[in-house]
Nanobody, 123 residues
Framework: VQLQAFGGGEVQAGGSLRLSCAAS????????IGWFRQAPGKEREGVSCISGSDDSTWSTDSVKGRFTISSDNAKNAVYLQMNNLKPEDTAVYYC?????????????????WGQGTLVTVSS
């Protein structure tokens, strides 16, 4: 099982980025894939998630209306479209997969993590 997160970069406030999470070793339509972020000096937090079983999604309040999570089963990938970025979105973003299928995005456990991609938003 492997996850590769990429697409980060540096943008000005108000700009957009699209993060990609490429999965291998499993098919994403069976599991929940989540995006997380960790800013310097802060704890890691959940950003958004999509459940492969029913395509339901979850996003933290601070990104609702700005970030959109989607998946492409043919490419076995999950995307995070980030619009109207703010300096407080600056963080390393990670994707992860939960092999616990019963709870969708409300899974109690994330099993495999990608390496992270840095997003820097300047004011």
């Amino acid at each position: 099982v492997q996850l590769q997160a990429f697409g980060g970069g540096e943008v000005q406030a108000g700009g957009s980025l699209r993060l990609s999470c490429a999965a291998s070793g499993f098919t994403i339509d069976n599991y929940a894939i989540g995006w997380f972020r960790q800013a310097p000096g802060k704890e890691r937090e959940g950003v958004s998630c999509i459940s492969g079983s029913d395509d339901s999604t979850w996003s933290t309040d601070s990104v609702k209306g700005r970030f959109t999570i989607s998946s492409d089963n043919a490419k076995n990938a999950v995307y995070l479209q980030m619009n109207n970025l703010k300096p407080e979105d600056t963080a390393v973003y990670y994707c992860a997969v939960s092999r616990v299928t019963a709870y969708g995005c409300y899974t109690p456990r994330w099993d495999y993590w990608g390496q992270g991609t840095l997003v820097t938003v300047s004011s």
